[in-house]
Structures are given as structure tokens and as C-alpha cells.
């Protein structure tokens, strides 16, 4: 089943990256030559009509995300492609088998970093890289933290090398990673969409994610209490992430709850309910570090609980995820994440890590400054696309603006190779035909302390603009569903 | 039940009624006016506003309360924090913070009303007149009772939604028998003729008009117009009706027996209840149906308050 004929795709090529769909020679690749045959039929003005309804869906659903950048706080559409990424069960196993390697690596991490450190001790990792992160808590030194757990859910992004077809590991968020509702609101409306194709595909089910967070916060609650109250914490209303929040709040069936609703009293956590005060048991925390207790952390946040960190220590509250994580997901840390997985495992990594030149060590910076305009620098305490250097992108001034940065910080940033990541096609709305569209892969990673479950798949995020490389919401990036055939090798 | 999701419940209800009263009033008000000789601007577009309780907002914003203005005003202007435009807004902010609790229907629902309102564009609307966005809003609003009805659980959040609808329902047809018996009884003694055209829409403005004809077999006479929207026991928009489903929902939110109370907003709004079941219109009427009115209003906020102390607010832990 070859590209030359077919209507939806006529005129679309392989280009020089990787094509998930197509091989070099222009065949669909065989997970995909059923889609491929029932796509190639489809007139272009079916197709359109689809992708309207499926936009209308989300619309109507109010899943949007806001925009600040025009000082009204616009809401937008996260733009959802039709094409579904799909990949065999095969080359996902090995996939999870990585991530599970990777999570319990990490997690055994933070709880040597806040306890004995001896990975600091045994002189593997740096001491002042770890204590310079941005995102590392001293108050967390020396807490035991319920079951061990620090990295309850992870989301760790993938991208696959177009030079190998190799799946690399580009970060790890094991902070507050979010994504997860559009991986399942993305199934919903595509199964509305494309019924005809889930009857030919045996796709892996995603939409038991809910069920098994939830059972995980229970299993943290201090007390026994069968109905131990669990509730998600959210900044409110103006955070991007909000709908996210509330789908899963009310897919868990917890209790969603700002800061303002939440009080501490004998380092006793309760919400306040019309009946009176309700103690809180567990929480599953989408407000960052920073904001969470003024008392401890940032004195000016207003969105936090004064007093909660106090409960916390004194095991009246479970928190997921755990403070103090960041400094696992720092940027610069991440170079280490192979010897970790070493150190605490015996093991080699199964996913490899993108190559990284960590710019407070003489001999990588001075390789960083004099190739930048082939490297991509990131600042290693940002995420969401922020505070980032395309270098072959980027106009001559920019790349000088950014050596004066790294010149004046330079623990504050990395630089990596550019990785030509692999090509979906996507439709293309203003020239109204197929494109090869640059993705990457966020999988979620639940963690109980003794199993990682990954739901099969995770969220496809899509660089819509021709060319682009960068797959942010927050810098025109879209978003696909995530197919994992069984079977399929 | 979070104190902070029943006060959102509350609002929600309530500006939806605020949308749903302000586009009726409008509506019918343009249309009997279209039916009548002119008259200078003042007296005819006066009332409705002093009814949105936005003159003085009116003044700053316009030259001359023409109908386009008026219309124009109540409907989209985004610095009238009453326009209709603004309480769909508002709603679904509200609904948006709680989308988790209510029903995906009915946020579904509303969110899809606030889509539709927003695509009309105000130029073009304030050209046609009101009744096709009036409409839409009204619709609207019986669909999103109906969709809440019957998708969300009957449980306190249900309650809270009743108490907000019926409270605002009620001070809304208080202010508007006020306004419209003071301005139609002021045009009679200034011997003018408001003619049973003025009495009929206010009585459509409030969705009783067959229901009065039913009632009576009569015709209009401001004292049975005025029965009607206070003392009627059973129609959706009288006074009456309306502080008996807040008794109801409140005795509901506290699990509180008939005949006794558990907090003040109970004990106040029984004591309303009790003086609209045992009046009648005739003394009414005669201590002043102004003085009467003035005082009901005064006591809705004063509910509206109590309420929000009871569930709402929490001064700290004691």
C-alpha cells in the first residue's frame, strides 16, 4: 500500500525525518496500513467535516486552555489532529519496561537526596549540583514521607530520533505534570469520531487512569477510616491547567479545592463544608512547591494553606506528589539519570537520554559556546517551552543574547544536540491536505511504590507549524490520540 | 458539601435568573411600547430601568434612554455588571469553578448558551430589537432548569441551585410590581391612561398573563395584578410561591422539620412566608403597597446575607 494514489494523502511525501506512518519508500508501515486504507478512500471534504465536529466537541465541552499574552485571558482551543499516533505493542513494552526503570530510579533517588545521600557521599553526583537546583527543599531533609513514595505521577517526555528511529528520553516532570485529561478527552472524541476505525484496530483502553491515581492516594491516607477524604488541590480557575484538574476531580470522584478552602488547626487539615469543618486526609496537590504553605515556603502566595507543611510533617496529611521533587526533574540533573539508574539499580538504562552539556563544567561550556548556533540551550529550572535557544533557528542577536546568559549563570543552563524528531502526518486546516508534522510523547507513570502503571500510550503532543520543532500548547502546539495495538509487533 | 461550591451554586442560580428576568422585562416592555402612540422617551423606558437598578450607570453611559440604548445597555454592555451578557458571563465563571460537581450536562448546557449569546453581535441585535436574543436568553434559561433537574443529584447542591433561583425570582417580581404600580398609578392621577396594554405586559413579563385570566375571568385591575404576583400561592413567579420553595430547600439544607427553624435565614424567611400567606391585598393596598414592597426587598437582602454567613463564610477556626 503505497502514498502515489490516494486522495486524503495525494501529494503527500516522506521527507528526510523519521515517518511514523510511512517508510522511506512511501508504504504505510504495517501498524498503520489499515488506517492508511480507510483514510486513503476518504474524500477531503469528509474528512474536513470530522475534524469540524471533533472541534465543536471540545468547544462545546469548554476544554480550552487561556492565552494571557493579549491581556484578556483568551480562551483557546488546544488544537487536536485527526491522525492517530500508532505504535505496536512490541516497541511499547519496551517502552514501559524503560519508564517503570526510570521512575523507581528517580524515586530512589529523592529518597536518598532527602536522607542518608549517599549517592553524595559515593561522590557520583556533584553535591552543588544537587543543592544549587532550584527546586530542591531543604525542609524536606530527614521527612519520611508516606510509603517512600515521592514520584506518585511522572510524565516523562519522549521523542524519537528520525537519525536511529530510537526512542530517547528528552526530560522527566516529576513535579506537577499535567496533559493527562486530553490523552483520555482525545480517545473520547476520536472513538465519537472515527467509530469505524476502533472496530478494526484493537486499540489498548486509556480511561482507567482515574481509577488507579485514586487508588493510589488512598493507599497514603494516615487513617485507616474507610472513608478517608482525598481531594485535588488547584490553583483556581485562571490556571491553564484548570480543566484538567476539575475533569480529574471529578472522574475520581474527590473533592476539588482551593487554597481558600482548606485550613489548618492543630496541624490538623480540614476543608471548610456548609455542615462545618471536614478533616482532609490526602492531597493531591496541582499548586507548585512554591505556593503551597506562605508559612514555609513563599510568604507572599495566595493561594497555599498556611500551616500545611506543618501537618504534613507531622503525618496528619499525605501530599502527591511529594515536595521537593524538582530536583530530580532539574535539567542539569538529568544528565546524571543513567548513573542513577546504575547506581541504585545495577542496571543500564533501556531508554537513553539525549546527549547533554552541562554549562558550569568548563570543558562542556566551552564547547557550548562555540557551537550554539548547531544546539538547543535550555534554562534547567523552566518547563512549557520557556526560556529555551533554537540555535539554528535563531537570529545572530539572539544566539549573543543568550551566551551573555549563559556567560552570567552558567549552572542555569544545558545544551543539547538538536534531535531531528520523528514526523506524524497531520492535516494541515489552511492548505487543507496531509503534512509530516514533527511529535514528541508524554507517557503517565503512576507509582504505588512497589509497581509503575503506565496507561498504554500518553499524550502525543504535535508541532503544528511546518517545520517547528516545538510541541508547547503554550507555543502552538497541538495534540493526537495515542494508539497501542495489541498484538501489533 | 464545600462552602465555597454551594456559594458558587447560589450565584449561579442566580444570575441566570437575573439574565432570564432582565430579557423578559426588556422583551415584553419593547414590544407593548411598539404598540402605543409616541411618548416622550423618559416615561417609557424610566421604569425598566430603575427596575435593573441601573439608572445612574445608565446616565453615565448614554445621552437619551432610547430604546436602542436601553436595549443595548441591559443586554451586552460589558460595564453593566447587570447586563445580561454579564450574568451569562458570570454564570458560567461560577459554573466553571464547580464543573466538577455539577452534572457535564449541564455545564454542557450552559457553556453552549454562552457560546450562542456570544455569536450575536450587539449592532445588529439592538437594529432587529430584543426579541430574538430575549428569546434565546429565556429559552435558555428554562432549558438549563430542566437539564439541572434532571441530571443533577437532588441533594444540598440541588438545594442551594432552588434557593438562588427562587430568591432572586422573588426579589425581582417585587421590584417590578413596585416600579410599574407606582409609574402606572402616577400616569392615571396625572390623568393619563395607562391602558390595560401597560397592566397586561407586566403581567407577561413575569409569564402570567393566561394564568391571570384563568384565575380572575376578569379583566385587568391593578389590585388583582398586584394579587396575583405577591399572594398567588401556586404560580412559579409570585412572591408567595417563590419564599416557599426557599423554606423548602432551606428546611431541606439543614434537615430542619416544618414548624421549626436551625438558623436565621430559616426564621426570617418563615416569617415572610407567614405574613404572604395570612394578607390580603385589600390591606396591603391600603397600608401602601410601596412601604410593603420596600420592606419585602429590604428582607430578601437580608436572607441573601444571613445565607451566605450560615454557609458561605467562615470567620476562622474557633
Known sequence: ?489 | MLSRIADSLFWLARYIGRAEDTARILDVTFHTLLEQAPQPHGVRWEPILSMAGEETLFRQLYTEPAAHNVFEFLAFNPDNPSSIMQCITKARENARTIRDRISREMWEDLNSLYLTLGRFDPQEETAAGPHRFCGRVIFGSHRFHGVSDATLPHDEGWDFLRVGWALERAEMTARLVDVQYRNLLALTSAGGTPDNHQWMAVLKSVGAYEAYHRQYHAPIDPARVAEMLILNPQHPRSIRFCVTEMQTSLRAISNTAPGSYANEAERLTGKVLERLRYSRIDEILDDGLHPYLTGLIHQFNTIGEVIARTYFYYAGVA
Open chain 1, 1 to 489: 500500500m503505497c502514498l502515489s494514489d490516494r486522495g486524503l494523502f495525494s501529494g503527500y511525501t516522506a521527507g528526510p525525518f523519521y515517518d511514523e506512518m510511512f517508510s522511506a519508500q512511501g508504504c504505510a508501515r504495517s501498524h498503520y496500513a489499515r488506517l492508511f486504507e480507510k483514510l486513503g478512500v476518504m474524500a477531503p471534504t469528509q474528512f474536513e467535516d470530522r475534524r469540524k465536529h471533533a472541534d465543536l466537541s471540545f468547544l462545546l465541552q469548554g476544554i480550552t486552555f487561556t492565552v494571557y499574552s493579549d491581556g484578556r485571558g483568551t480562551e483557546r482551543l488546544f488544537p487536536f489532529d485527526l491522525i492517530p499516533r500508532i505504535l505496536p505493542q512490541a516497541e511499547w513494552a519496551r517502552i514501559e519496561a524503560g519508564l517503570s526503570q526510570r521512575v523507581v530510579a528517580l524515586n530512589l533517588f529523592l529518597q536518598d537526596v532527602y536522607g542518608k545521600q549517599l549517592i553524595l557521599k559515593d561522590r557520583k553526583i556533584p553535591s552543588s549540583l544537587v543543592y544549587s537546583c532550584r527546586h530542591f527543599r531543604r525542609e524536606m531533609i530527614g521527612l519520611e514521607v508516606p510509603h517512600g513514595i515521592y514520584t506518585h505521577v511522572c510524565g516523562i517526555d519522549l521523542v524519537r530520533d528520525s537519525s536511529t528511529g530510537e526512542f530517547l528520553v528528552l526530560e522527566d516532570n516529576v513535579r506537577t505534570p499535567s496533559g493527562i485529561s486530553y490523552v483520555l478527552e482525545n480517545r473520547l472524541v476520536m472513538t465519537r469520531t472515527f467509530p469505524e476505525a476502533f472496530q478494526e484496530h484493537e486499540v489498548l483502553p486509556v480511561n482507567h487512569y482515574p481509577a488507579e491515581l485514586s487508588r493510589i492516594l488512598r493507599t497514603l491516607s494516615p487513617r485507616t477510616d474507610p472513608d478517608a477524604q482525598i481531594v485535588l488541590l488547584t490553583p483556581g480557575i485562571h490556571n491553564s491547567a484548570y480543566f484538567e484538574h476539575s475533569f480529574l476531580a471529578q472522574q475520581m470522584g474527590i473533592e476539588l479545592v482551593e487554597g481558600r478552602d482548606l485550613i489548618v488547626d492543630g496541624v490538623v487539615v480540614y476543608m471548610k463544608t456548609i455542615y462545618g469543618l471536614k478533616r482532609v486526609d490526602v492531597i493531591y496537590r496541582r499548586v507548585d512547591d512554591d505556593f503551597l504553605d506562605p508559612l514555609c515556603f513563599r510568604s507572599d502566595s495566595m493561594l497555599g494553606v498556611p500551616g500545611l507543611m506543618g501537618a504534613y510533617r507531622a503525618g496528619n496529611v499525605a501530599l502527591a506528589n511529594t515536595p521537593g521533587n524538582g530536583v530530580a526533574d532539574d535539567k542539569a540533573i538529568y544528565a546524571y539519570v543513567p548513573t542513577l539508574i546504575h547506581y541504585y539499580l545495577g542496571e543500564d538504562p533501556i531508554l537513553r537520554s539525549v546527549e547533554t552539556y552541562l554549562c558550569d563544567r568548563s570543558d562542556h561550556l566551552s564547547h557550548v559556546l562555540s557551537n550554539l548556533p548547531s544546539l538547543v540551550v535550555k534554562s534547567v529550572g523552566e518547563s512549557g517551552g520557556y526560556g529555551m535557544l533554537m540555535g539554528p533557528s535563531a537570529a545572530h542577536a539572539e544566539i549573543e543574547a543568550f551566551r551573555e546568559k549563559i556567560l552570567a549563570d552558567p549552572r542555569n543552563f544545558i545544551a543539547q544536540p538538536i534531535v531531528p524528531l520523528s514526523v506524524v502526518p497531520s492535516y494541515d486546516s489552511a492548505a487543507r491536505c496531509m503534512a509530516g508534522r514533527h511529535v514528541d510523547l508524554r507517557p503517565y507513570c503512576l507509582y504505588d511504590g512497589q509497581e509503575v502503571t503506565i496507561v498504554p500510550g500518553g499524550l502525543t503532543r504535535v508541532a503544528l507549524q511546518a517545520g517547528s520543532l516545538v510541541v508547547n500548547s503554550s507555543q502552538g502546539g497541538g495534540s493526537k490520540d495515542t494508539w497501542i495495538l495489541r498484538g501489533e509487533c
